[in-house]
T-cell receptor, first 113, second 115 residues
Framework: DAGVTQSPTHLIKTRGQQVTLRCSPKSGHDTVSWYQQALGQGPQFIFQYYEEEERQRGNFPDRFSGHQFPNYSSELNVNALLLGDSALYLC????????????FGQGTRLTVV | GNSVTQMEGPVTLSEEAFLTINCTYTATGYPSLFWYVQYPGEGLQLLLK?????DKGSNKGFEATYRKETTSFHLEKGSVQVSDSAVYFC??????????????FGKGTKLTVNP
């Protein structure tokens, strides 16, 4: 079992550009959540996808959007990048139907210059 | 709203020392409580959890007890090792079941254990 995989591992973008991050959930999981972890801070919830729809959303602007595909994989898109978007982006997968723990990927380190 | 407060780090200990990392929470209802660990360059791993008051979570020598009266979930280990060096996050989740609830994290506490 490969667990949760994220790509790319590192990314450098210029202010104003757009970025897409990808996540494949752990086998058997149907729910994907995205978190932003700024340097020296705890992860902050961005949003969660289930059955290809956004089910919950944290306090993030509309520049942050996502998608979930029929195979449960997910993308996080950020438009009009700001320097403050530089962070580690973590994907977590879980199974909605049971009290299972959330498994995290290794994250994508995004640097905006 | 729900929130988690952890003791400020960094924490530096010698091998075999006793570890305590304090965590308190604010939440409505009866949240589940977690400790996650993040090793350098890696994602988060669940260390232990507790889903109701007075439950004790334990794993790899680490323990934490869900104290509703003090809204606390302090992490302890009797004898730390160099390999325990990592960042530790306290977190909560509303409700006691279901994989659909978001996690609310504290800011993290960096632990360094010297030989």
């Amino acid at each position: 079992d490969a667990g949760v995989t994220q790509s790319p591992t590192h990314l450098i973008k210029t202010r104003g550009q757009q970025v897409t991050l990808r996540c494949s959930p752990k086998s058997g999981h149907d729910t994907v959540s995205w978190y932003q972890q700024a340097l020296g801070q705890g992860p902050q919830f961005i949003f969660q996808y289930y059955e290809e729809e956004e089910r919950q959303r944290g306090n993030f602007p509309d520049r942050f959007s996502g998608h979930q595909f029929p195979n449960y994989s997910s993308e996080l898109n950020v438009n009009a990048l700001l320097l403050g978007d530089s962070a580690l982006y973590l994907c977590a997968s879980s199974f909605t139907g049971r009290d299972t723990e959330a498994f995290f990927g290794q994250g994508t380190r995004l640097t905006v210059v | 709203g729900n929130s988690v407060t952890q003791m400020e780090g960094p924490v530096t200990l010698s091998e075999e020392a006793f570890l305590t990392i304090n965590c308190t929470y604010t939440a409505t209802g009866y949240p589940s409580l977690f400790w996650y660990v993040q090793y350098p360059g890696e994602g988060l791993q669940l260390l232990l959890k507790a889903t109701k008051a007075d439950d004790k979570g334990s794993n790899k020598g680490f323990e934490a007890t869900y104290r509703k009266e003090t809204t606390s979930f302090h992490l302890e280990k009797g004898s730390v090792q160099v390999s325990d060096s990592a960042v530790y996050f306290c977190a909560l989740k509303r409700g006691a079941q279901g994989g659909s609830e978001k996690l609310v994290f504290g800011k993290g506490t960096k632990l360094t254990v010297n030989p």
